[in-house]
């Protein structure tokens, strides 16, 4: 499944069409160009084109629907690429679709009721790309909306793609070497899982990444550092509110483990402030603290966002044409870190009694900083469960 077409680069289009300065309309145009190179790829790895799903939402524009509130379809996103508010690609799953999460996660709950995968694959949550993130926050939602794992007994695994220059390590062409997870991302380290590739699968991946010709004459040292002796994944974070500690799901050798490991979630996303993220119970409803990095500046907002996950229709519903129209209930809560000499530097957030039982058995929580109205740091969404 592809979220977006990859109709955002303007450089790609310029060479692609031969011009400095790419119209709306040569955007779009290489949105099909990437559509079809993808079908190809796919194609030499053995999927059938009627089995590729194209969402068609808006390259570079994902993160900016969560960030700025484009929940529904009557505050839809503009894409500052192609200068489309709606789906344009008739050879796509939704043509039309307004350009706002409510219809991304219909999408998404729809393909999910009529797939019913028993393994779902998303990008990590500290992934530096802005789609990767918002990709992992929307499917995550859905996902818990849906309560999917817990009807399905699907696993759940997240893969790195962008996470810092020196990662992977060598960049380039290294079949011979194998993809080591990314150091730092969480703690207590998370026991990757890595399924290891046979030479043929490792010929049939370069293959397949050949046909990427648009991205390959600016990324092929990157990209190609990904052909490797094997792939790697882990599971995602869960904050679990059981009494007496919190816990962060972890992994016993190659499976998803049920039962969570007692640690906080740690998180290195791109400036490295927000250190880790953790939940208790207090006596009057659960403090949420991120450990910083250093000392917090007095110019920095310190934002907790908080997306419960409601109840929603019955995957069979969805298979018998019920549409899903997610009402999101958002609660935000802002601090003032102290930034004395005393360390750890902590930012604490405390969301009361009241608002824990608006939110039901769990919510999709991120710690932020902010400056000047834009985002420094994210700890990614992180699934807290509440235990009532």
């Known amino acids: 499944m592809f979220m977006t077409m990859g109709d955002g680069s303007a450089v790609a289009a310029g060479m692609l069409f031969g011009t400095a ?24 790895l053995g999927v059938d084109e009627d089995d590729i799903v ?6 570079g524009g994902l993160a900016d629907i969560i960030d700025n509130r484009h929940w529904g379809p009557a505050k839809p996103y503009t894409s500052k690429h192609t200068g489309h508010a709606g789906n344009p690609y008739v050879s796509s799953f939704t043509p039309d679709a307004q350009y706002c999460a409510s219809r991304i996660v219909d999408d998404l709950a729809t393909i999910l ?50 996470t810092g220059p020196d990662w992977p390590q060598p960049w380039g062409y290294r079949p011979d070497l194998p993809l080591d997870p990314p150091r730092g991302r969480d703690s207590p380290p998370t026991a990757w899982i890595s399924a290891e590739l046979t030479e043929d699968a490792i010929a049939a991946k370069l293959k397949a990444l050949e046909k990427y010709r648009s991205q390959l004459s600016g990324l092929s040292a990157f990209l190609k550092s990904f052909i490797r002796t094997n792939e790697s994944f882990c599971s995602v974070p869960v904050l679990d509110l059981a009494p007496p500690q919190v816990f962060g799901r972890t992994h016993k050798n190659d499976a998803p483990s049920t039962r969570p490991d007692p640690s906080p979630f740690r998180v290195l996303p791109p ?13 009057d409803g659960v403090a949420v603290t991120a450990v910083l990095a250093w000392r917090p500046s007095p110019s920095v907002t310190y934002r907790l966002q908080i997306v419960s996950c409601d109840p929603a229709p019955e995957l069979s519903g969805l298979l ?7 009402t ?28 824990l039982e608006s939110l039901g058995p769990k919510a ?13 740091d994210r700890s990614g969404w992180i699934l807290l469960r509440l235990c009532q």
Do not use: C
């Open 320 to 326: 018998y044409g019920q549409r899903l129209r997610p």
């Open 364 to 376: 999709l929580i991120e710690v932020v900083t902010i400056r000047r109205g834009l985002v420094l």
């Open 271 to 283: 400036s490295g402030e927000i250190r880790s993220v953790v939940a208790n119970r207090t006596d």
């Open 21 to 44: 300065r790419p119209s709306l309309h040569d955007m779009v145009a290489l949105g099909l160009r990437r559509r079809n190179e993808a079908v190809a790829a796919l194609g030499v």
């Open 54 to 59: 194209f969402l068609g939402y808006p390259d």
């Open 113 to 162: 009721a009529e797939y019913m995968p028993d393994m779902v694959l998303v990008p990590h949550p500290n992934d530096t790309h802005s789609d990767h993130w918002a990709t992992y926050a929307l499917t995550m939602y859905t996902i818990e909306q849906l309560s999917y794992v817990e009807l399905t007994g699907a696993s759940v695994l997240a893969y790195m793609l962008h």
């Open 328 to 355: 999101a209930k958002e609660l935000t809560y802002e601090t003032t870190p102290s930034s004395g000499q005393r360390r750890p530097w902590e930012a604490v957030f405390l969301i009361p009694q009241h608002d």
